[in-house]
């Protein structure tokens, strides 16, 4: 009896065990289970983006919160369909939105210049932008928008917390963040960049027969930075809403490795006031300068020079509308010559079909361009050095202080009459896809328009 007992208590303790075994079994299943689905719930509804645009209206964004959307959103960003496709839909909307933050700074009437941005990934970059931005005098009187081929809650998070401009966000919705496996993207079956022309052809890569004229194949990242180009100033003049019925205002091309001067804008205007009589004929203005004598403040500052326009003044140019109704009428040229630089394309639509337009450029720099970190060619860089560039320009207009916002009026200082004239398209520019998508940016109003009509 007292044997059985004690057997029947064996058991009992036994199967006691086993159940506590299974329960927290299942309690630690359900547990990983849960926090499994909400991470993906988490990361599937990166409506976060809005959430926090929702509640945003000039309030505060917590740092942590961002925090933890990069990490939600960091952990499904390869290659995930889901993700991609709620990307898609969100580039969608907001250039359909085109929600303006810090609209009761706009003067919807009389705002003559936009900075229009083009933003790629290099976060640090962007923040010393914003940074620099809001002591460039008059800004609070123009309109930035910045122009994204990333969507990343950091950048985002940057964007949404300036304070001291009216801001838009548009993105470009063709990038390769949005088409990872595909054209625009990258597709498996593109040629390899240096593959030679009979081995793409047997292999029957996409485009095999159009290797460039140097022979090679697309870069997809290369040939991105064209087309968001183009796009975005197709966008801006044919599809933002606000710029509808106007023809009145100056856009001011930039991108988020540049630093401006105080005194960019004030300068910019009296360039304008004196255009009439230094040079009726220009048809652009360049705020930036590469001359060596660029940086020589004391003696050039109010001065400005005149060229013909050329690649090497792309650095902070400016482009009206009436220019943008003449540039677009050769959507086609620029869209087939086979370069994938967009001022080299540019360069050559001036000299074929402008007959050498004119600049006017500020003969001390006001614009740096600080990347290091350049697209085209991988250079040793690092945030640290980006922002000892940074740091440098800063003080170097901070010395110059005294120079800028120069009172007298502007003078001419140099007039040059040479002609680079264009000789050799720089390749890059031959895929067929690329050329039909760049020139489908001139015919239709992307606004309303779902990406994935590329297909079509
Ligand atoms: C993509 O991620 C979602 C959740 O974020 C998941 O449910 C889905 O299975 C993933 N799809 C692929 C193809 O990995
Ligand atoms: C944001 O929050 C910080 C600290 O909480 C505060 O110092 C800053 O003034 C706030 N900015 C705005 C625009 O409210
Ligand atoms: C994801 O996180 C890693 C490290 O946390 C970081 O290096 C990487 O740049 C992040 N990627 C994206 C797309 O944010
Ligand atoms: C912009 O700022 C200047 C000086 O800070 C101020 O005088 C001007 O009224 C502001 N303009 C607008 C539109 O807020
Ligand atoms: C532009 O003009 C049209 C017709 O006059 C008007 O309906 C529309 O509201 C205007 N848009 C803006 C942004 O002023």
Avoid at 44 to 57: A, G
Avoid at 443 to 450: A, P
Wanted: charged fraction near 20%.
């Amino acid at each position: 009896m007292y044997r059985c007992l004690r057997y029947r208590c064996a058991v009992f303790r036994s199967i006691i065990f086993w159940i506590i075994i299974i329960v927290m079994f299942k309690i630690t299943s359900i547990f990983y289970y849960d926090l499994q689905q909400r991470t993906i719930d988490s990361s599937s509804s990166s409506l976060l983006f809005d959430i926090k645009e929702k509640t945003k209206k000039n309030s505060n964004i917590s740092l942590l919160s961002a925090k933890n959307e990069i990490q939600s959103l960091n952990s499904t960003i390869a290659n995930n369909l889901t993700t991609i496709e709620y990307y898609r839909e969100y580039v969608k909307r907001k250039n359909h939105e085109q929600f303006m933050y810090n609209s009761n700074l706009f003067l919807s009437k009389t705002t003559r210049y936009i900075l229009l941005v083009q933003v790629h990934t290099r976060v640090v970059y962007l923040k010393k932008f914003i940074e620099m931005l809001q002591v460039v005098e008059t800004i609070n009187e123009s309109l930035v928008i910045f122009s994204h081929d990333f969507i990343d809650s950091n950048i985002n998070s940057l964007i949404t917390s300036i304070t001291f401009v009216p801001v838009i966000q548009i993105f470009y919705p063709f990038s390769q963040q949005l088409y990872p496996s595909e054209f625009p993207g990258l597709d498996p079956n593109d040629c390899p960049r240096d593959i030679v022309r009979h081995k793409a052809l047997a292999s029957r890569c996409n485009n095999a027969p159009n290797p460039d004229r140097y022979g090679h194949y697309r870069e997809v990242s290369i040939v991105q930075i064209k087309h968001h180009w183009w796009w975005k100033l197709n966008f801006v003049f044919n599809s933002i809403e606000i710029l509808q019925n106007r023809t009145d205002y100056l856009l001011l091309l930039l991108e988020e490795d540049f630093y401006l001067s105080p005194d960019a804008l004030v300068f910019l205007k009296k360039m304008e006031t004196t255009k009439e009589l230094l040079c009726p004929e220009c048809l652009f203005y360049t705020l930036g300068n590469l001359e060596k004598a660029g940086r020589q403040f004391g003696k050039l500052s109010s001065k400005i020079s005149i060229a013909y326009w050329h690649a090497r003044y792309n650095l902070g140019m400016t482009i009206s509308h009436s220019l943008w109704t003449l540039l677009v009428k050769y959507a086609e040229e620029f869209c087939t010559i086979d370069d994938y630089n967009w001022d080299w394309s540019l360069v050559y639509l001036a000299q074929q079909r402008f007959q050498f337009p004119r600049v006017m450029y500020s003969s001390a720099t006001r614009v740096i361009h600080l990347g290091s970190c350049g697209t085209h060619h991988k250079k040793f860089c690092s945030s640290e050095s980006d922002i000892a560039r940074w740091t440098e320009t800063n003080k170097l207009y901070q010395d110059n202080r005294k120079y800028l916002f120069p009172e007298t009026s502007l003078s001419l200082h140099l007039k040059y009459e040479g002609k680079r004239i264009f000789k050799q398209p720089n390749g890059g520019w031959s895929d067929i896809r690329d050329r039909q998508l760049c020139l489908s940016f001139a015919l239709k109003d992307y606004k309303n328009i779902t990406p994935i009509d590329t297909k079509t």
